[in-house]
């Protein structure tokens, strides 16, 4: 059974960081590539950056520059930096692999101006 555990949310003031993990059991981190995604109310989900098998990483352009993907293989958890934060970029913040249909609890991140 696969699960995935998102952490690291919370509250911040504009400009500040945040370092998200999403734990994952059931499946390897290592052998699959992977993507964060966000979402707030009223709005579609949205994918904001994703890690390839071979550590290739792509960004959507509201966050390029600011936030980081990246991935421990031996810790079996995938994360995301984020720098810089922005009122734009309070949402649940979800991990997910490429290939598969499987979704967390996601973690709240909210930016406070």
């Known amino acids: 059974q696969v699960q995935l555990v998102e952490s690291g949310g919370g509250l911040v003031q504009t400009g500040g960081s945040l370092r998200l993990s999403c734990a994952a059991s059931?499946?390897?981190?290592?052998?699959?590539?992977w993507g964060w995604y966000r979402q707030t109310p009223g709005k579609q989900r949205e994918s904001v950056a994703a890690i390839t098998t071979g550590g290739s990483t792509s960004y959507a352009m509201s966050v390029k520059g600011r936030f980081t993907i990246s991935r421990d293989n031996a810790k079996n958890t995938v994360y995301l930096q984020m720098n810089s934060l922005k009122p734009e970029d309070t949402a649940v913040y979800y991990c997910?692999?490429?290939?598969?249909?499987?979704w967390g609890q996601g973690t709240q991140v909210t930016v406070s101006s």
């Open positions: 997910k692999p490429i290939p598969y249909t499987h």
């Open positions: 059931g499946i390897s981190v290592g052998s699959n590539a």
